[in-house]
């Protein structure tokens, strides 16, 4: 297939998710010609760092600032910063949110989807886990003519992408709740000079900074840090299980 043409959605929960878990990645498959996309649901103003903010505006905005200049680090095509409340995506309304990123599914169209498992990716953070929640469903209803058709009267059609990870890793944080991580199945080797970039990006989140050097320890306990894992949890052709190297593997060209 032409490479032009490949597309891949990362789905996350707050500003920073981009590069914190999925920046070695998000690099890795631009500079293979692949257009990358992120779509964060929230803008974190539950953190407890808050940099020069005064209030939750100004958090916002900040956060939302500090996640375009991530993006332009990690080469990211469109990004986005929906308006969930932070801390209570749990008690957000599934409908509501599994339309909004079936509408962004139907409109980027990606052939691969990144988002976290239900543990909460590494972090045990529930927000993770409701985006990824909120994602699978999406991931799967963006394919289906009968889910939101509202949308489809407006000229959208409907978008099934190819593959559906979750980020997971081979190790747990000790002083984090306990988390049962989605199994392995891919293993990216994004080397040492994107894993630097990737703390290039986390390090534009500057409200985040008492956090710098505890993210870069977290995911650095194995490998240094240069390889990224998934868990392979959907494919819309059906296959066997198998462990992967590339997230592309056996994707092919769309029709429509
Ligand atoms: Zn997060």
Known sequence: MQRSMRKLLCITAHPDDEAGAFGGTLLLYQERGVETSVVCLTAGTAARNRGTAGSNQELAQLRRAEFAAS???LNVAYGEVLDYPDSKLDRTDLYQVAGDLVLRIRQIR???VLTFGPDG???AHVDHA???TFATMAFEW???PDRYAEQLEQGLTPH???KLYYYTSDFVLDDRQPIAPPTVTARIEVGKERFEKKHLAFRQHTTQKPL??????NVGQRSEG???MYHLAATRDPREGKLEADLFDGVVEDKS
């Not at 710098?212 to 320890?217: D, L, W």
């Open 142 to 144: 963006a394919g289906r």
């Open 130 to 132: 409701m985006a990824g």
């Open 160 to 162: 099934r992408a190819q």
């Open 212 to 217: 710098f050097e505890r993210v870069r320890k």
């Open 110 to 112: 990606p052939h691969v």
């Open 71 to 73: 993006c332009k680090v």
């Open 226 to 228: 240069t390889i990224e």
């Open 121 to 123: 990716g590494l972090t």
